[in-house]
């Protein structure tokens, strides 16, 4: 059983930067990938990054060059560091893995871009 929960959400003004948490309660390390999803207010869940158990990252066309994401094996915990954040990047933030047989899910931090 993987638990996952995120921390570190807010309000930010447009141009701001956040960093997000995802602490797990195993070892990160042995999970194939940790991802980042999002989902704003009447939209789809979409998914923002991801890293490998390789430390390999690929980041949605929408975020690349302002995520960035990471992890700390010490800590069990992934963070995605958000910058130059915009109004459009207004939702709730959730982490992601998958432990056979199934995916983990946490429960979400909201991320409010306004001025």
């Known amino acids: 059983q993987v638990q996952l929960v995120e921390s570190g959400g807010g309000w930010v003004q447009p141009g701001g930067s956040l960093r997000l948490s995802c602490a797990a309660s195993?070892?990160?390390?042995?999970?194939?990938?940790m991802n980042w999803y999002r989902q704003a207010p009447g939209k789809q869940r979409e998914w923002v990054a991801q890293?490998?158990?390789?430390?390999?990252?690929m980041y949605a066309d929408s975020v690349k060059g302002r995520f960035t994401i990471s992890r700390d094996n010490a800590k069990n915990t992934a963070y995605l560091q958000m910058s130059s954040l915009q109004p459009e990047d207004t939702a709730v933030y959730y982490c992601?893995?998958?432990?056979?047989?199934?995916?983990?899910w946490g429960q979400g931090t909201q991320v409010t871009v306004s001025s």
């Open positions: 195993g070892s990160i390390f042995s999970f194939n990938y």
């Open positions: 890293m490998t158990r390789g430390g390999t990252t």
């Open positions: 992601n893995t998958f432990v056979s047989p199934r995916e983990y």
